[in-house]
């Protein structure tokens, strides 16, 4: 659970990531090479995608304000049979607390806000 901001920054329990974050069900990883939102590539989220079965969706906080991903992104996502789902950061850290109390096997990737 993203249990509140801190600067540009989130804070996962006690943990506290600076920049960006990375979310699945098995942990947080801290994103400190997010890529702005238009040179996003499917190679910037790592493994946070790796796991199985794969993620229904991915949930993708853009920052400060909602921008839409590159269609290239969401193509390679699609190909993988992964949805995606663009908000600002602040919402997409609410929305994978909600989603992820209903139990829902989702990935997200939060950019700095």
Known sequence: M???FSGRGFRVRD???PAGLLLNPNGAWAWDDAPLVEGLALAALGTVLEMQPRPEFLLLGTGARLAQPPRPFVRELEAMDIGIEAMDSRAAARAWGVL???ERWIAAALMPL
Do not use: I, L, N, S
Request: hydrophobic share 45%; no cysteine; net charge negative.
């Open 2 to 4: 993203v249990t509140g």
């Open 15 to 17: 943990d506290v990531f």
């Open 100 to 102: 992820r109390a209903e």
